[in-house]
């Protein structure tokens, strides 16, 4: 079940809206934001010497 889906069925609904959206997207998508940025740094970063 995602966010939008739980966040609908906590308000009495089964059925999500667009306010349900609006209201976590910013949420799930810095968290999506986050994991990609630390994924970029450990790939670009460069070995130590003494690897």
């Known amino acids: 079940m995602s966010a939008i889906q739980s966040r609908a069925f906590l308000n009495g609904r089964d059925f999500s809206t667009p306010e ?23 790939l670009t970063q460069s070995p130590s010497p003494d690897r």
Not at 28 to 36: E, T
């Open 20 to 42: 349900d959206v609006k209201e976590l997207a910013l949420t799930l998508l810095a968290h999506r934001i986050s994991l990609n940025a630390g994924r970029m740094t450990s």
